[in-house]
């Protein structure tokens, strides 16, 4: 009963304290709101449009006060008040101040909005005074607008008798519920009252304290609420340890934890101190209590040694799976191997080297001779070590050195302490010597072995201030050096294949740029970081000067990539050896893809790289025009830039990749200026993972937008701005810088179709001869002329043209209106005609036929430093002298 009455007082106190807050509060909020009403009402009037012109016109009280006397009603103020800017009423709610000075309103007069509880006449309200400004931001006048204190006490004491309502009825209800939660109490306490709960108390505290483990009691808040003796002695607690944290106890970063998580924990051994100590966590809430554990404390310090064997064996399964993650990143012998000696040292001896045998850096298979090998990784812990450097030659020749056994056993060897074991000391005695006066004092030699082929060999070594190696330490280090044996021996057959892939894609590829003088050219091939694709290039001498480009890509990596390439680049050659036009002969290649990826699907072969989808651009440049025809399959256009170095993109038609089929090939052609630069490349030079295509385009234009560089310094500079370090893709680039054939080395005949203008045709092409100074060829030349021209009029169809060009060498050509394509036979004896073309191929050293989109050119070529010596038994076999 005393309780309830107390507790019925303490209400008393805090509802009688709560009301007066409340009447506080009300009276302020009460003030507040009228001061934001005065200031919207002063403000608002005082900003109205017509207030200035009002206080500026000869009778302002007249104008301003029925509009203020009707603002004061629509606001809910007492009063608006204009006054003059030196203070005198010109308009009141009380007629009788007009004319009155106002006090207190001198900020306003000075341009200052404020609002203030007002105290003095004509009467105390809370008011906001408000200056009035011309167009000139001077001020005029002022309006003044409030609310009287005793109407803003008004509304607060309208509101008092609801308040204390609410205060008695809150002290009833407080009442009350102290009065349920003390019958709750004795429900739960089953009756008992302050001495029997003390007595239980005392009971309880007993029995805590006397049992032999130790208990902790900590609340939701991490705090101690409870420890017994037990506890306090295990975990070594300051007398001061209720309430305060457990993260101030300094119980180990491991117990902390674990009390801090709040999850129920069984046995769990937990360092404290010098104690091992068996740890048990139960959060107190699920069992009706507050937010909280209990922890149970069992001291179980005979199982230290125990737990230390536990620890270093876990500690070395940590120790080999960080190894297995961090050796053999990369497909680089080398780096393998130093990733080795990088993981070992310091956590598993103080200095470790790895020795190779050279076939294996070599990426070749390993060789039986493994008693020589070279040193590949070296990692100390401390500099000015005597171990010889990485790339020196280690042999092992003395049978009686741990090495040699090792090799001869195939598994590790222990040397626990150097300083007593002599066979070691066998093969080099003066380097020995000078180990051991650095202090290394153990170590452990374990073969490397992959497929139950030796690749090499690792020493593990410690000086004097480490543990020496013991029996465990081997199982350790065999494991170690077993799993880097795999790594070294996937990187050294990664490296082979690689090796054979690269070699394979640069034997397919222009082995050198073949000599012309239209174009002077410089390429470049980098491969992917991931081995080689299927890019490449050509450049393609043709009759007539001419120059075809070539750049393709195709669709993967790897060896295959490279065969596929090998293949589509021999069909270009062929074809081109044809002189078709750009767009044929992409629609004779898209053909062949599509038969030989149809005889391939046929015949099931999986490891066959497709050749569909792979991309094309095939360019034909011809000196005596400027101009370069061009069509691409799925390719990227090609930049142009002209001698002023402006770039540009042109608008070459696209067709789709090679094997889709369907669409015809369409060319493009472009007139170059002398001195333009033509730049084709495949896909991997402006794209990668961090840059688009457009962005790669911008890049490659601004690069190659230089008047003074060559080629081949236009091939550096894309490579250094646009593949840094490893592309992802492999890359061909080709860079061409046109020439115009001299006007002057071109003479053109246009001949009447008519036999008998044969010889003044052939008489003025051997002055022309005559002037160029090549009477050594004019025989030779006017004998192929004349067959030539014949075989047109006789066999062929008008207009009918004779060219000649003079390069490097000299060439014929002989057009005519017909496609009818002549050929080279044997004549029989009875024949009267058939060896023209026959005298043709024994005068010159090579001629073919071209046809144009009108016609056909039988061309015949020339060389200038030594004329063509023909067969003379077979010419006079032939004319059957």
């Not at 906001?128 to 000139?136: E, H, K, M, N, R």
């Not at 472009?670 to 385009?697: A, K, Y």
């Not at 192929?784 to 066999?795: K, Q, V």
Request: hydrophobic content about 45%; overall charge negative.
């Amino acid at each position: 009963m005393q309780v309830f009455l107390l507790q019925a007082l303490i209400m008393l106190v805090l509802v009688a304290v709560g009301a007066s807050a409340l009447l506080v509060q009300g009276r302020y909020d009460a003030e507040r709101s009228a001061r934001d009403r005065s200031l919207a009402a002063a403000e608002s009037f005082a900003h109205a449009p017509g207030t200035a012109l009002a206080l500026q016109s000869p009778d302002p009280t007249a104008r301003l006060q029925p509009a203020a006397e009707q603002a004061r009603k629509g606001s809910y103020v007492d009063f608006i008040s204009v006054l003059d800017k030196h203070g005198i009423r010109l308009t009141d709610s009380d007629p009788a101040l007009i004319g009155t000075k106002a006090q207190g309103v001198g900020r306003a007069a000075a341009g200052e909005t404020f609002t203030e509880t007002y105290h003095g006449r004509p009467s105390d309200a809370v008011r906001a005074v408000v200056p009035v400004t011309d167009a000139s931001r001077r001020v005029i006048g002022m309006v003044a607008a409030g609310i009287r204190y005793a109407n803003v006490g008004h509304v607060l004491n309208r509101q008092l008798p609801l308040l204390l309502g609410a205060a008695g009825g809150t002290l009833v209800l407080a009442t009350g519920g102290a009065a349920l939660v003390s019958r709750r109490l004795l429900r739960q306490t089953h009756g008992l009252g302050p001495a029997e709960m003390t007595r239980m108390y005392e009971h309880h505290d007993a029995v805590l304290h006397a049992v032999r483990e130790g208990v902790l009691i900590v609340g939701g808040d991490e705090r101690v609420l409870l420890a017994n003796d037990e506890a306090r002695r295990l975990l070594d607690l300051p007398q001061d340890a209720d309430r305060r944290l457990v993260t101030e106890l300094g119980l180990g970063a491991a117990l902390t934890r674990l009390l801090g998580r709040g999850e129920a924990a069984s046995d769990e051994v937990i360092p404290a101190g010098d104690r091992l100590l068996a740890v048990n966590v139960r959060p107190t809430a699920p069992y009706g209590g507050a937010q909280g554990l209990v922890a149970t404390f069992r001291d179980t310090t005979e199982l230290r040694a125990l737990s230390g064997q536990a620890e270093l064996a876990r500690g070395r399964l940590s120790f080999l799976y960080e190894a297995g993650t961090r050796i053999g990143t990369t497909l680089d012998v080398r780096r393998t191997a130093e990733e080795l000696a990088e993981v070992a040292v310091p956590r598993m001896a103080d200095f470790v080297t790895v020795e190779l045998l050279d076939s294996v850096l070599r990426g070749e298979e390993p060789t039986s001779a493994v008693h020589e090998m070279r040193r590949t990784a070296l990692r100390a812990s401390q500099a000015g070590h005597p171990l010889q450097p990485v790339g020196d030659v280690i042999r092992f020749v003395m049978a009686d050195t741990p090495m040699a056994a090792a090799l001869r056993r195939g598994k590790a060897v222990l040397v626990p302490d150097l300083n007593t074991a002599e066979d070691w000391r066998a093969q080099d005695p003066e380097g020995a010597r000078r180990a051991l006066d650095y202090g290394i004092c153990s170590l452990i030699t374990v073969p490397l072995r992959a497929r139950g082929v030796i690749l090499g060999m690792v020493d593990f070594w410690r000086r004097t201030g480490s543990p020496r190696f013991e029996e465990e330490d081997v199982a350790v280090a065999e494991e170690l050096v077993a799993r880097a044996a795999v790594a070294i021996d996937n990187a050294r057959r990664y490296s082979r294949e690689h090796a054979m892939a690269v070699t394979l894609q640069r034997n397919l590829l222009p082995l050198g740029l073949p000599e012309q003088d239209v174009l002077e050219i410089a390429s470049r091939y980098l491969p992917a970081q991931s081995g080689v694709g299927g890019d490449w290039f050509d450049v393609i001498p043709l009759p007539g000067f001419r120059v075809a480009l070539v750049v393709g890509d195709i669709v993967g990596h790897g060896m295959q990539a490279a065969v596929t390439m090998g293949r589509l680049r021999t069909a270009v050659l062929n074809f081109s050896s044809l002189d078709l036009a750009p767009d044929e002969l992409l629609g004779h290649l898209d053909e062949m893809v599509t038969r030989l990826d149809t005889q391939a699907a046929t015949a099931a072969d999986d490891d066959r790289m497709p050749l569909t989808g792979a991309t094309c651009l095939y360019a034909i440049y011809d000196p005596v025009c400027g101009r370069c025809t061009l069509s691409r399959a799925g390719h990227l256009a090609p930049a142009v830039v002209d001698p002023q170095g402006r770039v540009t993109f042109p608008e070459v038609p696209l067709s789709p990749p090679l094997g889709v089929g369907g669409h015809p090939f369409e060319a493009g052609e472009l007139d170059l200026p002398e001195g333009s630069r033509l730049v084709l490349f495949t896909d991997g030079l402006i794209e990668n993972r961090g840059r688009d295509i457009d962005e790669g385009l911008e890049l490659l234009a601004s690069t190659i937008a230089h008047t003074d560089r060559t080629p081949d310094e236009t091939c550096r500079a894309l490579v250094q701005a646009m593949l840094a370090g490893h592309p992802t893709d492999d890359v061909a680039l080709l860079v061409a810088r046109t020439r115009r054939l001299n006007p002057a080395c071109v003479a053109t005949w246009d001949v009447p179709f008519d036999v008998t203008a044969v010889p003044q045709v052939r008489g003025e092409v051997g002055r022309q001869l005559a002037d160029w100074q090549l009477e050594g060829v004019a025989f030779a030349t006017e004998l192929i002329l004349s067959e030539l021209l014949t075989n047109a009029i006789r066999y062929g169809a008008p207009p009918v043209h004779v060219r000649l060009l003079l390069g490097r060498t000299l060439i014929c050509e002989v057009s005519d209106g017909s496609n009818t394509s002549p050929r080279l036979r044997r004549a029989a004896t009875t024949d009267e005609g058939g060896r023209g073309l026959f005298l043709v191929s024994q005068f010159a050293d090579i001629w073919g036929t071209r046809y144009a989109a009108r016609g056909k050119v039988i061309w015949a070529e020339q060389t200038l430093d030594h004329a063509a010596e023909p067969d003379m038994s077979a010419l006079f076999d032939v004319m059957e002298l």
